[in-house]
């Protein structure tokens, strides 16, 4: 039986956000490093557990902790989000010719010769 596999449309944004609450394991925290309020980060967050079917965060009254689910999306999410920074700043490095490549096409031994044309 063959498994399909499933397309996730999750925004980069809220992979960041989820980041932000799991290295600083507070969400009041989390918003000021992102510049935002906590209510709506917490609803990010919900968005983010219910797109994905899990939980993320075990929520006390005083804190928060990582749930094994949490620890390995935290650990991908650094590798996403660093492998999509190298990928954007590659393709800025080309757009403004500091990088890439050049291909130049050169006819051999046609060249050498005398081009014979008809005039009539």
């Known amino acids: 039986m063959d498994s399909i596999e ?3 449309r999750t925004d980069l944004k809220l992979l960041r956000y989820f980041l932000a609450v799991a ?6 925290k989390a918003a000021v490093r992102l510049n935002m309020s906590q209510p709506p980060l917490s609803i990010h967050i919900k968005e983010l557990e219910a797109q994905l079917g899990t939980m993320l965060f075990i929520r006390h009254s005083r804190s928060v902790a990582l749930t094994h689910a949490g620890k390995v999306l935290m650990e991908e999410t650094r590798n996403l989000l660093a492998a999509t920074n190298q990928a954007l700043a590659r393709v800025e490095q080309i757009g403004r010719g500091e990088r890439g490549r050049i291909e130049l096409g050169i006819v051999g031994t046609a060249l050498w010769g005398r081009i014979k044309t008809n005039t009539a």
């Open 6 to 8: 499933r397309v996730y």
């Open 23 to 28: 290295e600083e394991l507070h969400f009041g």
